[in-house]
């Protein structure tokens, strides 16, 4: 094997495994600090889901939501009259007191992209950035998965991250861009 080769092996694995730590860890973010509110919220929610024989929605559920929602991903709800309509449940919340929960995913994907650039001994910005973006590899599946785990059914309908966004925004851009600037960040740091 050449070292061309064993490079840019290293920058994949590191890249796609900072950016499936970087999902699981966000994820637990908004699990963690806003379950007790999530669960507070469902409570009204959830007693009338067992009053018409409709399964509870689940804390983990609306927590993915929250957790999509960070990265400015809605969640399409059903409408009383049809059709659906999407909301952003850190923008509603009140007072802005949700607001840090947008930094969550950016913050993680820098960190994952600069792990992914020291671990590729990345020399210069380029290769940094190159082994940086790697993390979309572990980070865009995870989003895939995760927007159909999330889904919720009720009715005819189902609460559920947009699908498209959650792909293209959460899935692509935010891993590919914020890890290439960890990434380059790294072999900026190491001189």
């Known amino acids: 094997m050449s070292v061309p080769e064993r490079s840019s092996r290293t920058r994949g694995i590191a890249g796609a495994t900072g950016g499936a730590v970087a999902y699981i860890l966000g994820y637990l973010v908004v699990y963690v600090t806003q379950g007790d509110r999530i669960e507070e919220g469902l ?27 960070a990265h400015f991903v809605d969640v399409d709800v059903p409408s009383l009259i049809g059709g659906a309509q999407s909301t952003n449940l850190i923008t509603q919340a009140e007072g802005g007191s949700l607001t840090f929960l947008f930094v969550v995913p950016p ?6 992209g600069a792990v992914a ?69 790294s072999s900026l740091l190491s001189d």
């Open 117 to 185: 650039g020291r671990t590729a001994n990345a020399d210069n910005p380029v290769e940094g950035a190159q082994a940086g973006a790697f993390v979309l590899a572990g980070y865009l599946p995870l989003a895939v998965i995760g927007a159909f785990l999330f889904r919720y059914a009720v009715g005819d309908g189902t609460v559920a991250p947009d699908l498209v966004t959650a792909v293209l925004l959460a899935g692509a851009v935010y891993p590919a861009v914020f890890g290439a600037i960890g990434g380059a960040a």
């Open 43 to 69: 409570s009204g929610i959830n007693f009338f889901a067992d009053l018409f024989g409709g399964d509870p929605i689940s804390t983990w559920q609306a927590a993915g939501w929250m957790f999509y929602n």
């Open 107 to 112: 913050i993680l994907l820098l960190l994952a």
